[in-house]
């Protein structure tokens, strides 16, 4: 009897045990609480360092009252220019959590921003509206255009690549060749371009460093073996996920996005980042 009862509670141990685990592994699955992602760039052109932080695929997500948590993410981080990397407004969510989040960062920072593919979709009148907001607080939009800065004595290019699905059918290869020519041999070339699928071609025209977004860390992730499920333009298991990538003199980061209650398939293993990226 009491070898029975020992084999009752063994075996009650064991189940709660299992389900501790299952409730423990769903939690850690579906944890979307914002995570600051940050990388270091080397480079010879570098000679001082500095700091970027990549901001993409918000679709208007609410992050805290105010949108604070997300502000106070980019002012902890300190850096000397935000980047804003498409899909930061959503065509079908309300622009206002957007819109509070620009005006903040816009005051203290300055912004780049090149559109993604979900503003286009947005339709003409829509996107026209995000664009007035986003001059009226200052925020540079860059559609295939070179801005020089010179940030702590030294020379950087940012090329703005916009999004193959734009309202003038901008081809992609079009915009990169045109960037190029603007940009010198003494500066160094940051990218910010929504589409990490054209690496190669990032690749060719020898930017210094790509900055992208669009694929939403495959929605889907299992640590340490799938770095990302899908991706509308890659397919199953994107190769450019979210991460850091290296070919030839190329550096590409791929942030896994902010974008949250705006996709009807919870992220999987897959936090929303804020990337800070520094140059050294």
Not at 23 to 46: G, N
Request: charged residues 25%.
């Amino acid at each position: 009897m009491e070898r029975k009862k020992a084999f009752g509670t063994k075996r009650k141990i064991i189940w709660l045990s299992l389900g501790a685990a299952v409730i423990l592994l769903a939690a850690l699955a579906l944890d979307s609480r914002l995570l600051v992602q940050r990388y270091t760039i080397r480079a010879e052109k570098i000679t001082a360092p500095v700091r970027l932080a990549l901001v993409t695929d918000l679709h208007s997500c609410k992050y805290g009252e105010n949108q604070q948590e997300l502000i106070r993410a980019v002012e902890e981080a300190e850096p000397d220019m935000v980047l804003l990397g498409g899909d930061i407004f959503d065509d079908q969510l309300p622009p206002r959590n957007t819109e509070v989040f620009l005006q903040a960062i816009a005051a203290k920072y300055p912004c780049y921003y090149v559109a993604g593919n979900h503003e286009y979709w947005a339709g003409k009148e829509a996107f026209a509206s995000m664009e007035a907001f986003m001059k009226s607080c200052g925020i540079r939009i860059l559609k295939g255009d070179v801005e020089r800065v010179a940030v702590k004595g030294q020379v950087l290019y940012i090329c703005g690549a916009d999004d193959p699905d734009n309202f003038d059918h901008l081809p992609m290869e079009m915009q990169l060749e045109s960037m190029k020519r603007s940009t010198a041999e003494d500066g160094y070339t940051v990218l910010l371009s929504h589409r990490p699928e054209y690496f190669d071609l990032y690749t060719e025209y020898g930017f210094d460093l790509a900055l992208c977004g669009h694929a939403h860390g495959g929605q889907w992730r299992i640590p340490f073996l799938i770095n990302g499920v899908y991706t509308p333009d890659q397919g199953l298991f994107p190769e450019w996920a979210g991460g850091f990538y290296q070919k030839e003199n190329t550096t590409m980061v791929v942030s896994r996005g902010l974008a949250r209650e705006s996709t009807s398939i919870p992220r999987i293993f897959n936090r929303p980042e804020l990337v800070v990226a520094d140059l050294q």
